[in-house]
């Protein structure tokens, strides 16, 4: 074995270790990043031809997290790994993200890239090494790449930007950045925050990009010490200079043009630009045509077309669909649109649409989480679906794909600051469901939107109302022109430079996602984009304040109800019962839902109703069985025995008095039985409670009219 080993620091000193040559030789490159205990394995495999017809790169990046890493067996039936969590499908598109752009755009061999973690360490999150870990094995190998790249996850605690934290500092962070870059460029940015501002958000990038030029340093000196400096030779794609360029001269201005008419319908557009290419074609013969390439005459369609679009733009600082750069698309929402649903809203942006729909549920609705490192509860679920029809496409039904989770967690991430805790009064789990109906642009944004509308329309008390844009920048290196768009279309995602996705609030930034496909994005551009893109949420707040401005003051007269009650940890056995009896007897009687847990405060009971007068029942019944007697209050009591000097009655759960005999009613009583019988409900008194014996006096006879006193007789004279 040829074991080669780069060690490099931290900013806080933590030692990070790139080892290759001892793991998985016939991968084209292979290596073991180490920190503390957490060890992650990266592979990466790239077929020497392309297949034929392939004009893309089909790169699939894999992670995966062994449960064995982390000393724990799988849960379910098998008990093994199965399909990818969605945690683990969001970090394998952190790294697909930072990795995809610097492969050369004509290398199409097929490529995947597979990352595990096979030693786990409580102090280190293995997300933020799985991209150093990816572009090493890569750096390794012989496939042709631009990099190396690094990732790191920055957090901002107090005033300070943490590198890489432990786990229990995330926590309490206003700010959760990872960063994705090379030696001299920032790639990409996911991350959540606690409505912080954009001069924060600027200033986390900067320190994470410091440490990152640190780790792709470590990356160039151990490929030089592999010897993996020189990379494979590969023809993957044919030319035809001369077809290019005749292409380019016939349909150029066209295609210009075309994009100067700033038609806003995007079917209408397409077509337009299609025709440019199916009258330059029809000059051909079939004879011609079979002799053609069609790979290539689709190729360079594609970049004229983006080239016209391109220039158009930097041009007249104009857009396709007629718009200014930082001119949002007309927005239209409503809410309560599904009568059914606990909350619902549809919001509408151009040729965007979401149908958004809230549902309220109990402790027994939370979403497990059972993965190596990450095990818990969920109560706030957000679910993006993306139909074929919302582009006008037929396309089957297979359930969610990488995107839509990764939209989806993008929302969810957004909207999450702004969600009422348990503690802050939000007793309920949360599934938000957005489905797009149409889409051109931005669907994820939509679903904030929506979102945020259909929270309110609950009831819920969302802290601030959330709204997100989409930016886009298209740039021009040789002649420094660029124009950064907000509200982008999907074409001018496509053909753009930048796609910058900010979610936020009146107050700050929360959550955002960033990809950047050009070299050289200065953070003055940077800065720009997030002050219009400021400028265009506060616009959308507006248009969104026209159909709902704070959450409804009640919830829908349909939606269950769920209230919480704090009892102490002496009398949690009393509710539950033996065998849990009383709990399963109030359940049944009362029509509601009985949860009781037992933490650091004591014993928190949750109930759950799909009607007020249920869980009003509940309620009292619970009420009663840990509310503690008191000398002076009022009870409804059952008459439980009769004796000859009085009657035993049940005023409380659990709780009997002696009702003396004396204290049933002013006049004088000869026989108990007379006047009343077991079984009886009446109204006592607790008058006292002694001291020695604990036992409870009550009266029922101070609760009635006392009689007048009789009148005495008059005297008769003798």
């Not at 400021?534 to 616009?539: A, P």
Request: glycine content about 8%; overall charge negative; hydrophobic content about 40%.
């Amino acid at each position: 074995m040829n074991v080669i080993t780069k060690t490099f620091q931290l900013s806080d000193g933590r030692e990070v270790s790139i080892e290759t040559g001892k793991l998985a030789k016939q991968a084209d490159g292979s290596v073991v990043v180490t920190m503390g205990n957490a060890k992650l394995l990266a592979t990466v495999v790239s077929s020497k031809e392309a297949k034929e017809g392939v004009d893309f790169l089909p790169l699939s990046v894999d992670y995966q997290e062994k449960f064995a890493a982390a000393g724990k067996i799988p849960g379910g039936f098998l008990k093994r790994e199965g399909k990818l969590s969605d945690y683990e499908v969001l970090i394998c598109r952190l790294v697909d993200r930072a990795l995809r752009p610097l492969f050369p755009e004509d290398y199409h061999a097929d490529t995947q890239v597979f990352i595990q973690l096979i030693s786990a360490d409580k102090d280190v999150m293995p997300d933020a090494l799985a991209a150093l870990a990816a572009s090493s094995a890569i750096s390794v190998s012989d496939i042709p790449f631009g990099g190396p790249i690094s990732e790191v996850r920055v957090i901002k605690l107090e005033d300070k930007y943490i590198i890489n934290p432990k786990t229990e500092d995330l926590a309490k962070a206003s700010l959760d950045l990872i960063v994705a870059g090379t030696m001299d460029n920032i790639m990409m940015v996911e991350g959540e925050s606690k409505e912080v501002d954009e001069s924060e958000m600027l200033d986390a990038i900067k320190a994470a990009h410091a440490e990152i030029k640190i780790q792709c340093q470590a990356q160039i000196e151990l490929a030089k010490e592999a010897g993996t400096t020189e990379k494979r030779e590969y023809n993957h794609e044919p030319k035809d200079e001369e077809l290019k360029a005749s292409m380019h001269k016939a349909m150029y201005q066209k295609l210009y043009d075309v994009a100067a008419k700033k038609n806003p319908n995007k079917s209408e557009r397409k077509e337009a630009f299609k025709a440019v290419y199916e009258e330059w074609i029809a000059q051909f013969s079939e004879e011609q045509l079979e002799e053609m390439d069609n790979f290539l005459l689709g190729k360079y369609f594609h970049d004229i077309e983006k080239e016209a679009v391109r220039n158009f733009v930097l041009d007249t600082q104009e857009r396709i669909d007629g718009r200014k750069p930082d001119e949002i698309r007309p927005i239209w929402t409503e809410v309560d649109y599904l009568p059914s649903a606990h909350g619902s809203a549809l919001f509408t942006r151009g040729e965007t649409q979401s149908l958004t729909s809230v549902t309220l549920g109990t402790k027994l609705d939370e979403q497990m989480i059972d993965g190596a490192m990450i095990s818990g509860y969920n109560k706030f679920i957000l679910h993006y679906n993306f139909p074929g029809f919302s582009t006008g496409e037929v396309r089957p039904n297979r359930g969610p794909g990488r995107r839509e989770v990764g939209h989806g967690n993008l929302a969810m991430r957004a909207l999450k600051p702004m969600i009422p805790t348990e503690d802050e009064g939000n007793p309920y789990t949360l599934r938000v469901v957005s489905d797009i109906l149409e889409s051109n642009g931005s669907s994820s944004m939509a679903t904030v939107c929506a979102g945020t509308m259909a929270i309110m329309d609950a009831g819920i008390k969302l802290k601030r109302p959330v709204s997100g844009i989409a930016m886009g920048m298209i740039s021009d290196s040789k002649s420094g022109k660029y124009a950064i768009l907000s509200d982008i279309l999907g074409d001018e995602d496509h053909l753009g430079d930048m796609d910058f996705k900010v979610t936020g609030t009146t107050e700050g930034i929360t959550a955002c996602q960033m990809d950047i496909k050009v070299d050289g994005l200065s953070y003055e551009v940077l800065a720009k984009a997030l002050n219009q893109a400021k400028e265009g949420r506060m616009h959308i707040l507006g248009e969104m304040a026209k159909s709902i401005t704070q959450p409804r003051a009640e919830l829908k007269s349909h939606a269950p109800r769920m209230e919480q009650l704090r009892i102490d940890r002496e009398l949690i056995g009393a509710v539950i019962g033996p065998g849990g009896k009383i709990i399963q007897e109030i359940q049944k009687e009362s029509g509601a839902t009985v949860n009781i847990e037992e933490d650091e405060r004591g014993g928190k009971v949750s109930i759950f109703a799909v009607d007020g007068d249920s869980l009003n029942n509940a309620m009292a019944r619970i009420k009663a069985i840990v509310q503690q007697p008191e000398i002076g209050e009022v009870y409804d009591g059952k008459v439980k025995s009769i004796m000859p000097f009085g009657a035993f009655v049940e005023f409380l759960p659990g709780k009997d008095g002696l009702l003396h005999i004396s204290e049933i009613k002013w006049e004088r009583v000869e026989n108990v039985a007379d006047v009343m019988e077991e079984g009886e409900e009446i109204k006592v008194k607790l008058i006292d409670i002694d001291k020695k014996t604990g036992k409870f006096k009550l009266s029922r006879k101070v609760l009635l009219p006392r009689p007048p006193k009789p009148e005495p007789a008059e005297k008769t004279e003798e």
